[in-house]
């Protein structure tokens, strides 16, 4: 996939905005969405559209790319009332770079298959000055089909381990965070 036509980007503290910034300089066009609209309004200031709900930032996007704190957020992002799933295309491919647990990243799998959707577990290694400069590290799970289909999305805001099946990046994250702990 080249440049895709649209990337629904939610969830944008301190390592999303980053990430959602270096979409944005590479040429991509981004529908923001933070719980928090200010912080969505602040990374809009170099481009992009602000959005009032993951559904919209959802709508008509190749690639959704979620950077959340927990498990229940993102199971709320997908699953809620306005969640991705209301809006999700047929063929869009949802990059989960938060760190959750291996159970709550393969659930939001079945639920994205279940509308003709794709996923891949990308939790990521670096800091803010990473986010920024598109130089973060994604751990990638998920089919290496999918991968190939937005590693350029993916290369735009660093580079990427693929380790397996969906469920295994997040895994080896956990894995690494323990070992590190």
Do not use: C, W
Not at 120 to 147: H, M, W
């Amino acid at each position: 996939m080249n440049t895709p036509s649209t990337i629904g980007f939610i969830g944008t503290g301190l390592m999303g905005a980053g990430m959602a910034r270096s979409l944005i300089r590479k040429g991509h066009r981004l529908r923001i969405y933070n719980r928090t609209r200010a912080k969505a309004e602040e990374v809009a200031k170099l481009g992009g559209l602000v959005v009032d709900s993951p559904a919209e930032a959802a709508r008509g996007a190749d690639v959704i790319v979620t950077m959340l704190a927990d498990p229940a957020a993102l199971l709320g992002v997908v699953e809620g009332a306005e969640g991705i799933l209301a809006m999700v295309s047929p063929g869009a491919v949802l990059i989960d770079s938060s760190t959750v647990s291996p159970p709550a990243s393969l659930r939001v799998l079945e639920l994205l298959k279940a509308k003709g959707a794709a996923m891949l577990d990308a939790p990521v290694f670096g800091s803010k000055n990473e986010a920024e400069t598109g130089a973060l590290g994604f751990i990638v799970g998920g089919e290496r089909a999918v991968l190939e289909r937005v590693q350029s999305v993916l290369d735009d805001m660093g580079r990427t381990i693929y380790v397996g099946a969906n469920g295994m990046g997040a895994y080896a994250k956990l894995v690494v965070n323990l070992v590190i702990g």
